[in-house]
């Protein structure tokens, strides 16, 4: 059992200022597996307070001692990979592989990326008589989700290090371990005390008050639409930055070629991993209408090849991260079949043998056209609708029909037309045939959120840009 009672705020473990205990769930078993204090605007006060005094010395450091700290953190990080991934098994469900593969190894990715991109940022720059100067926005408040724990921490809190900001970090209240391990390793590579703090909480009692604080420059938000909605609300009134990665509903477009039938199986497992609970899932697969029959039996037989079980074992699926999640994907899977969409497999219940623990049947629906509820709604649970389409034409305006816009994919043997289709999808990440980039910048379009993350496109979101004019002199007549 699990017991994070304590905050890590100026340096040190502290008592929360009034103690509020929550049960956190182990999806798996729907057992409590531990206990977080919930934190409170007093807490994020304290916190708030304490970036703001170190943010005067971290902002003036170094390149080279910023980049010293992160090498530091490189090798706690590493040798605290097992503790990490067993704590998101634990927290969220993920199989044991993923939560070792990559859960924890995209947080290693990014660390190195925020490495690499630091030692060659451009911080000044003069044009002419004037000096450009990209200098830390200040004290940064970073609201991340449960799905990807380790991830959308990493994409956060490296840049904004890297960059000269401090930080209070509110992690899911719904899978918090993590972060207590990340927070603790932080501590033993020796981050200056106030330049990162870890108030754990909810979003009434902590993230309203993140946002909401005169003393807090900027809140990067990770989570759904409807939160980033509100959170961008409670900001306003103090005019901070605000960057948002929130929904997805994202299409992936299957060229009819001689490797249709392996792109399908191919999107299918992309669609499922993490039992489907990736804001940049491939949810809606576009197909040839005169493919649509061979696609849904090419998508029935890849699902046959996936295990749903327990996250401790070997399994491609674990369980969804909560009881509220599950069934909200069941009502949306539901939906699809009253809607008259073709139930290709899955559906509605648990797994065979599965009776305790929020696991869903790995469900795929052929023949939905995209006025229906689930190729509108983001289900984020493991639900892949597959839609049909005349032409290319077609295919492009069925994928842009959405109020989202985060990622897109495209598949195909043909690289010119794949690139010419990804060139006409608005979406912040277009993917041609599972290319991936820790320095490509992450983000949406439209409801998906605003800003961008990883690489250096990350840098660029937690600093402020100074322009002086007439720093040097104007040259002899």
Partial sequence: MRENLQFYIDGQWVEPAELT?????????????????????????????????????????????????????LAEYSQRTEDLAAAITEEMGAPAALAAGPQVGLGLGHLNTAIEVLKAYTFEEQRGATLFVK???????????????????????FPALATGCTMVLKPS???????????EILDAAGVPAGVFNLVQGDGPGVGVALASHPDVDMISFTGSTRAGIDIARNAAPTVKRVTQELGGKGPNIVLDDAAFA????????????NSGQSCSAPSRMLVPNVRMDEAAQIAREAVSRLTV?????????????????????????QKGIDEGATLVV???????????????????????????????????????????????????????????????YVAGTDLEKAREVARRLRSGWVVINDGFDFQAGFGGYRKSGNGREWGEFGFDEYVETKAILGYAPEAAG
């Fill in 21 to 73: 205990i929550r049960d956190v769930e182990n999806p798996a078993t729907e057992q409590v597996c531990g206990k977080i204090a919930l934190g409170s605007a007093a807490d994020v006060d304290r916190a708030v307070a304490a970036a703001r005094r170190a943010f005067a010395s971290w902002s003036q450091t170094s390149r080279e001692e910023r980049l010293d700290v992160l090498q530091q953190i």
């Fill in 135 to 157: 200098e830390p926005i200040g004290v940064c408040g970073l609201i991340t989700p449960w799905n990807w724990p380790m991830n959308q921490v990493a994409v956060k809190v």
């Fill in 262 to 273: 392996a792109n399908v199986s191919a999107g299918v497992a992309n669609m499922m991993s």
């Fill in 346 to 408: 899955g559906g509605t219940g648990r797994p065979d043998g599965l009776e305790t623990g929020y696991y869903v049947k790995p469900t795929v629906f052929a023949n939905v056209s995209n006025d229906m509820t689930i190729a509108r709604e983001e289900i984020f649970g493991p639900v892949l609708s597959i839609l049909g389409y005349a032409g290319i034409d077609q295919a492009v305006e069925i994928a842009n029909d959405t109020e989202y816009g985060l990622a897109g």
């Fill in 309 to 333: 079980g327990a996250p401790t074992g070997d399994v491609t699926l674990g369980p969804v991260v909560s009881g509220a999640q599950f069934e909200k994907i069941q009502s949306l899977i």
């Fill in 173 to 183: 209240e719904i899978a918090p371990f993590s972060a207590q391990i990340f927070a």
